[in-house]
């Protein structure tokens, strides 16, 4: 999932 690649980079684990 890219998003939950995007999501680690941002640094937004709350996202996750």
Request: glycine share 6%.
């Amino acid at each position: 999932n890219s998003k939950s690649f995007f999501v680690r980079q941002t640094g937004n684990q709350n996202l996750e």
